[in-house]
């Protein structure tokens, strides 16, 4: 059975929030998110303690870096964390490996890709945090209370924080004396767009990025519904399990029946065993949805054990109750009865970012086999709700015309170097990826049985071979930047006159 003892990360609900206008069906979609996690920490970074050697800073960041009006001088606490344990020393030449922060509160207390291969590159950590995430919110206030106040959220877009980044860095190189150093940046899912981006934004600050699972073609209609998001999430499905896919396909029609009854939401909360009574059918289908969907990304064995338990239902069971079987309800506190709690509603920054200019069009599309029922991202109405939310209307465009995503080879291929896109192709955003070598230095490597971001977690014993052989590609390929690096350094120490 498929454990929900925590809530999964739910779908962004644009919303709900329509001041919980109940008459509003709330469109959604799907999480980023590096790692899969299983509690949220929006305000607060867990400190460190199972890894040593972290120390966490703050720099005093400005508020805009694009403006010159007296406001734009405002300075706010980033918070930003170092580990030298590994580290060549100043004046070393010994690499820095940058670790961009994302969507959420900078989580530093694991093991990881950049801790795992440190020693070997005897590399400089550095973890930064993304303005209005954890502690980095500007005037001392939470996310939350920062997304309230419109003269405020205006300065949250990813423009910004690549520009923190960028001064973070040249901050510890000068307090380091790692003047030689060449700079990785790494990131995954939306950090893994923004360490592509930065390659391209400020290339003589970074020298190279890992972008694990970052879909940065999702902008601007490039990528059809009918081979978008949820059409990979039916492939894992029924890859897994054709009865399993047909059942969950059936599914939606017969909640839509039985919430059609006059007493059928009571029904539906009591099968279900939900926390509090269901309001909406389609609440009880976009939690469906979500948990679906997140298995798919973050997990191909969850994937095989829903479709276990689906299938291992007797052949007369009703459907229902074969999708009940799937999924064990949480407790929400000590005491108190095991339910599944399907109105979980998230405000956080993700929610203004796709409101203004991370604008995916996501819907479960038209596609003759889907496991969803039909369904198409209407810009208008998606336009609207964040207008009616947050007073202004969604730049649909401007991502595409800021980093540029239409015929994203040519651009890449005439003006971006050193990048590798990694992408497992179980998870449903590869669908966004680039997914094919674009250069000798613009790389592309993809894993048949890989999920989201998988690559940039700890090694461990378990770890199949395709995996191992994975990470050892990806530091192959930056030994190879760094080596490169150093050698055009002393060619063109040579070739300047003595001081």
Not at 148 to 170: C, E, P, T, W
Not at 186 to 192: A, D, E, F, T, W
Not at 203 to 218: D, K
Not at 272 to 297: E, G, H, I, M, P
């Amino acid at each position: 059975m498929y454990s929900l003892k925590v809530p999964f990360f739910h779908f962004l609900r644009v919303l709900i929030t329509l001041l919980f206008c109940s008459s509003v069906t709330p469109f959604y979609m799907p999480r980023l998110g590096t790692f899969r996690r299983t509690i949220h920490h929006d305000s607060k970074t867990i400190p460190s303690s199972s890894v040593p050697g972290f120390r966490k800073f703050y720099f005093n960041q400005k508020l805009d870096h694009f403006n010159y009006k007296p406001e734009s001088y405002t300075t706010f606490k980033q918070m930003y964390v170092i580990n030298a344990k590994y580290w060549g020393g100043a004046n070393s030449g010994s690499p820095i490996l940058a670790y961009l922060g994302d969507e959420e509160a900078l989580y530093y207390d694991y093991k990881n890709f950049l801790t795992d291969h440190a020693p070997r590159f005897k590399a400089l950590l550095v973890y930064m945090e993304h303005r209005y995430y954890g502690e980095s919110v500007p005037f001392g206030l939470s996310t939350t209370k920062a997304l309230k106040n419109s003269s405020i959220r205006g300065y949250f877009n990813s423009a910004q924080a690549l520009a923190d980044y960028a001064a973070v860095l040249l901050h510890v190189k000068k307090t380091y004396s790692a003047k030689t150093s060449p700079i990785i940046v790494v990131g995954g899912s939306y950090g893994g767009m923004l360490a592509s981006w930065f390659r391209l934004k400020y290339p003589h600050i970074a020298h190279g990025a890992l972008a694990s699972s970052a879909p940065i073609l999702y902008f601007d209609n490039i990528i059809p519904p009918e081979k978008g998001y949820y059409s990979v999430v039916t492939k894992d499905f029924k890859e897994s399990s054709e009865h399993c896919y047909q059942t969950i396909r059936n599914s939606w029609a017969e909640i839509d029946r039985v919430a059609s009854k006059s007493n059928g939401l009571s029904i539906l909360s009591k099968r279900f065993s939900t926390c509090k009574k269901v309001k909406r059918a389609s609440n009880l289908k976009d939690y469906l949805d979500n948990n679906y969907a997140y298995a798919a990304q973050y997990d191909p064995a969850e994937v095989d054990s829903i479709c276990r338990d689906i299938d291992a239902a007797p052949i007369k069971t009703d459907i229902l109750d074969k999708i009940i079987a799937a999924f064990e309800p949480a407790t929400p506190q000590k005491g108190s009865k095991p339910c599944h709690d399907i109105e979980v509603i998230n405000l956080e920054g993700w929610g203004w970012q796709t409101c203004s200019e991370m604008v995916m069009p996501i819907s479960h599309g038209n596609a003759s086999d889907s496991m969803y029922p039909p369904e198409h991202f209407d810009l208008d109405s998606f336009s609207n709700q964040c207008k009616k939310l947050y007073g202004v209307l969604p730049q649909p465009h401007w991502i595409t015309t800021y980093y540029g995503s239409h015929d994203l080879k040519s651009i890449l291929h005439k003006f971006g170097s050193n990048i590798i896109f990694s992408n497992g192709l179980k998870d449903p955003w590869s669908c966004a990826g680039v997914l094919g070598d674009i250069s000798d230095s613009l790389v592309a490597i993809s894993t048949v049985n890989g999920s989201h971001c998988l690559d940039l977690s700890a090694a461990d014993s378990t770890d199949p071979q395709w995996l191992v052989q994975q990470r050892h590609t990806e530091v192959k390929i930056i030994e190879g930047w760094i080596a490169k690096y150093h050698s055009d350094h002393q060619a063109s120490n040579k070739l300047s006159p003595p001081s």
